[in-house]
C-alpha cells in the first residue's frame, strides 16, 4: 500500500506550502512531549501568491466609481429620493412596488457611485442627491 513513505513528510509539506504562498513561517513549540504549530497569515492589505501583492480592492473600488448610464430604475428611485428625500426605505420599498433589499441595493450602489449621501443619521436623516447627478437630471 506505500502508507508509511507518507509519514513525516507532513511538517516539510506545511513549511513548503507557506513558502509558496508567500507566508511567514510556522512556528513549531513544543509543550512536554506535545507540539503545537503556530500559523501566521499575511497582512489585511497583503494578499496573493508568492507574496505578490494584488490590486483586487483598488480596482473593484474604482470600477463602482465609473458613471454609467442611468436605468430605468436608477431613474425611479433618483426622483423618489430627489421628491421625498426624508422616506424610510420600506417607505421606497411600498412606493416603487420593491422589496426593501433591492431599495438597499440601489441605495448603497448610488452612494458608492457618489450620486446620493445620507446626511444625518439613519432615523432622523435624508438622502441628499450630489451635484454631480444633476448632470444626468435631463435623464431623471
Not at 70 to 91: F, G, V, Y
Request: with cysteine; hydrophobic share 30%.
Amino acid at each position: 500500500m506505500k502508507i508509511i513513505e507518507k509519514w513525516g513528510t507532513g511538517i516539510p509539506r506545511l513549511f513548503e506550502a507557506c513558502e509558496e504562498y508567500g507566508l511567514p513561517k510556522p512556528e513549531l513549540i513544543d509543550f512536554d512531549g506535545d507540539f503545537r504549530v503556530n500559523m501566521y497569515r499575511k497582512g489585511k492589505r497583503e494578499f496573493g501568491v508568492n507574496g505578490a501583492t494584488t490590486q483586487t480592492t483598488q480596482t473593484h473600488q474604482t470600477t463602482q466609481k465609473n458613471k454609467m448610464p442611468l436605468s430605468e430604475e436608477d431613474k425611479r428611485i433618483l426622483t423618489l429620493i430627489k421628491n421625498n428625500p426624508s422616506m424610510a426605505q420600506r417607505e421606497y420599498a411600498m412606493e416603487l412596488g420593491w422589496t426593501v433589499d433591492r431599495v438597499k441595493y440601489y441605495l448603497r450602489k448610488m452612494k458608492t457611485q457618489d450620486m446620493i449621501k445620507r446626511v444625518g443619521n439613519s432615523h432622523s436623516g435624508h438622502w441628499e442627491v450630489l451635484a454631480e447627478v444633476s448632470k444626468w437630471q435631463n435623464e431623471i
